[in-house]
């Protein structure tokens, strides 16, 4: 038994069981009447920018594709699922049922537009990628907002039937933890390996045999389908969804989560998720009128400089010198002896290997292999 | 008679587009990046002209030079500070850094300059009338300026030596350098004239419509790079044509009443469309990608 327990990679579970005892801690506090009503928005409100940043994290961080059009996708989830929900009301209640329902159905529309945009835009990259990803939420955006007032509400925007308000909260964190348990075991399995590898070399990982279009499309549609259920979600914890909201700007924001965790680390993504989250509504009340600016110009700076820090050729020595590893290193009090020659260079596998590091490994300008030197001998 | 003045009003919206077009097909093509701040640049100047005007000296001529001055250096500043420390970088990593810059710029416009949109008038023209052609005069001055600045930046790439550098930068970066063409300067160059393009175009759309704000730019930025990649993305005629051709649909869809609201959502389809069926665009060159 307890050789069972050694042999789990407790690493690989450490974020859900994270997000699992912030669920039972919470959601038993609620239960008891100790949350306040503010505390339980501020909770939904993190669940669904966890999926959101997650979710874009697939995109953007594995297959290295970036996607500016994943509000769009969360617009298409909230107006549908509210939709849904709204006609659901009458048949089934307001219980638990018809959210469950109107979820799949906003869910699976997102996922069934990410797939139809996908399909052909998916062969373009990089630069018209996110390009025609903007477009894709603007037109979304643009649509929504000049639908009559009996469809979709129009620009005053629609009306949703807000869920039992104490629960949805737990609903939305297990939500979470379902988006986490599809996307990691994606990224960890050998389609994962496929995704990220087509990240790192796209035409080496097509010269492999990997079909780059259907994962680009398989982790699109994923990614899409995620961002619908966040939609959803969203419209269940507002009263109102409003096309305003999911502007490109929102995009942006959970980009910056995305960039701010760390591109390829869900973990990451989740802690940025939080934190932003928890600053965006914590400094909505202290930063009034003109000065909730300043949160925005923050963001900005914080992209700005994580990625030139991360990115930068000219910053690699100091990288490599500087970051939150060996930091943590000086303050493990253990010396680097204790360690196993072995494990010391192998305990972090290098995900993302350029072409020259690789070429440059055996080449150092000292080592040159000059074939059948004389060595100089006697004397 | 309508039908006349809806093509005039498109092609001044046009040139408008192209000359925004043309900062990011310059900057695509020598750079080989998005430079998505550059929508914001165009806001910049026209606060730059809102300052002007709202000073002693309010005349619209020295605002646009002001303009023009501040929007250069701004551009060569951002491509020092933001961009350049990331050449060789993965382009995504690229285009991440200039969505932050396009937001900063943005934010701290709003900082400085309050969320609520400015009027800045800068003439006021009236109308022409035409033999029962009723014209504003702004759609004249647009276009007419428009031609002449497109014909000297023509002119300038192809005879003098820095545009045909440019030109070589575009090709063949490499090479360029080998040639003895300082890369570096070239793409400092192109910033600054992308720039001054960008602080004309806010001339000429705030003289069209007076309301300025810190999203000024965002849109039609969005716009002229579609009509950027219409045109074929790298390629100054194209981004002209594209830039023309994205204005007389915009005129002209406002016309219709059915679909007037729907406006953006075509515009963005026409690009998704190109993109999907000749993704170089109309005058662009197909580049085979090597390994």
């Known amino acids: 038994m307890a050789n069972m327990f050694a042999k789990i990679k407790w690493k690989h579970f450490i974020n859900y069981i994270v997000v699992a005892i912030a669920m039972i801690v919470f959601g038993v506090m609620s239960l008891t009447g100790a949350l306040s009503s503010s505390t339980v928005y501020l909770l939904e409100k993190i669940a669904i920018a966890i999926i959101l940043a997650v979710s874009l994290s697939v995109v953007v961080g594995f297959l290295g594709e970036l996607s500016l059009g994943h509000a769009g996708f969360m617009c298409i989830g909230a107006y549908l699922g509210g939709k849904a929900s709204l006609l659901l009301e009458p048949v089934m209640g307001d219980g638990f049922l018809t ?37 894709f939420g603007e037109i979304v955006r643009s649509i929504f907002m000049n639908t009559k007032k009996e469809s979709f509400g129009g620009s005053l925007g629609l009306e949703t039937p807000r869920y039992d308000k104490d629960i949805l909260f737990i609903i939305a964190f297990v939500f979470v933890l379902i988006t986490l348990a599809v996307l990691q075991n994606l990224i960890r399995s050998k389609h994962g390996r496929a995704i990220t590898s087509i990240r790192d070399n796209e035409i080496a990982s097509k010269a492999t045999g990997i079909n780059v279009t259907k994962y680009k499309l398989i982790v699109f549609t994923i990614s899409s389908f995620f961002a619908g259920i966040a939609g959803v979600l969203y419209s269940f914890s507002n009263y109102t969804v409003q096309s305003s909201k999911f502007s490109y700007n929102y995009s942006i924001e959970i980009l910056v989560m995305v960039v701010l965790g760390g591109m390829g680390s869900i973990n990451g993504s989740i802690i940025a998720a939080t934190l932003i989250t928890f600053l965006d509504v914590k400094l909505q009340t202290i930063l009034t009128g003109d000065l909730a600016v300043l949160q925005d110009l923050f ?29 943590l290193d000086r303050f493990r009090k253990h010396s680097p002896a204790d360690r196993k020659d072995d494990e010391a260079k192998w305990d972090r596998v290098p995900t993302k290997i350029s072409m020259d590091e690789v070429l440059s490994v055996d080449l150092q300008p000292q080592t040159t292999y000059t074939p059948d030197k004389p060595k100089k001998e006697g004397k | 008679m309508e039908i006349i003045e809806t093509l005039l009003n498109g092609m001044s919206i046009g040139s408008t587009y192209a000359m925004i077009a043309l900062g990011y097909t310059m900057v695509y093509g020598i750079a080989k990046m998005l430079n998505f701040a550059h929508g914001d640049v165009i806001m910049v100047g026209g606060y730059m002209l809102f300052i002007t005007m709202a000073s002693a000296l309010s005349n619209p001529i020295i605002g646009l030079i002001f303009a023009v001055v501040v929007c250069m250096i701004l551009g060569i500043t951002i491509e020092k500070i933001a961009y350049k420390p990331l050449r ?34 800068l003439l006021d023209l009236g109308n022409i009338e035409f033999g029962g052609l009723k014209v504003p005069v702004y759609t004249l001055i647009t276009l007419g300026c428009s031609v002449v600045i497109m014909l000297v930046l023509s002119l300038f790439v192809k005879y003098t030596k820095t545009g045909r550098a440019m030109i070589a930068v575009s090709e063949d970066k490499g090479a360029a350098q080998l040639m003895g063409i300082n890369v570096n300067g070239i793409i400092t160059i192109t910033f600054a004239i992308g720039s001054a393009l960008a602080a004309f175009a806010g001339f000429f759309m705030l003289l069209k419509s007076p309301s300025l704000s810190n999203t000024l730019g965002a849109m039609p930025g969005i716009k002229a790079f579609t009509a950027a990649v219409i045109g074929g993305i790298g390629s100054i005629p194209g981004a002209m044509l594209g830039g023309l051709l994205m204005g007389v649909v915009e005129a002209i869809s406002f016309k219709i009443p059915v679909i007037a609201p729907y406006t953006d959502a075509i515009e963005f389809l026409i690009l998704i469309v190109i993109l999907l069926v000749r993704p170089s665009g109309i005058l662009g060159r197909k580049r085979r990608e090597k390994v």
């Open chain 1, 299 to 327: 963001y900005a700076l914080v992209l700005i400089i994580l990625v030139i820090y991360n990115n930068a050729p000219a910053l690699k020595g100091f990288r490599e010198t500087h970051n939150l590893k060996v930091l």
């Open chain 2, 88 to 121: 060789g970088a993965s382009p995504l990593a690229v285009l991440i850094t200039a969505i932050g810059v396009s937001y900063l710029l943005q934010s701290t416009a709003q900082m400085i300059f309050g969320s609520a949109p400015k009027m800045v008038i």
């Open chain 1, 99 to 135: 959210l469950i329902v109107s979820m799949i159905v906003g869910g699976a529309i997102a996922a069934l537009c990410g797939a139809v945009i996908g399909l052909p835009a998916l062969r373009l990259k990089g630069d018209y990628l996110a390009i025609v990803t903007l477009a």
